[in-house]
């Protein structure tokens, strides 16, 4: 089920949502792209933001892949980036596996320790 706030889709952790992460800079990922929410939903409910982990075509070693009937790449776990839902356009595609997203979440968590 899609929560919704004022018609605003409202991500939860695991979802994969489509967003757009123009403008960037520098070397950063860019376009309108799939990514992985790795922030909860009361996180996004009560600020209006929700964290995300891009989704690319590229493979590269550390990158973790991600197949189901819609989205097919790889989970850049290294670029952790906080976007505004509304402005961003957030919309829901699927919902990534439980396995999966741990992957995800011990290799971003490197970053922090």
């Known amino acids: 089920m899609i929560a919704k706030s004022n018609n605003l889709y409202i991500p939860k952790k695991q979802d994969i949502i ?7 800079l520098g070397i ?3 376009k309108r792209r799939p990514a992985v929410v ?9 600020t209006g933001y ?7 075509s ?5 990158y973790i892949p991600v197949r189901n009937e819609l989205v097919h790449g790889y989970v850049n776990p290294f670029q952790l980036h906080t ?9 829901y595609l699927s919902f990534m596996e439980t396995s999966t ?10 970053i922090f320790e």
């Open 18 to 24: 489509m967003i757009d992460f123009n403008p960037s």
């Open 28 to 30: 950063e990922i860019q």
């Open 38 to 46: 790795v922030s909860s939903h009361e996180y996004s409910l009560s």
């Open 50 to 56: 929700v964290a995300v982990c891009p989704i690319t």
């Open 58 to 62: 590229t493979k590269r070693e550390l």
């Open 83 to 91: 976007f505004d839902i509304s402005a961003r356009k957030a919309m």
């Open 101 to 110: 997203f741990q992957k995800v979440v011990q290799s971003y968590q490197f």
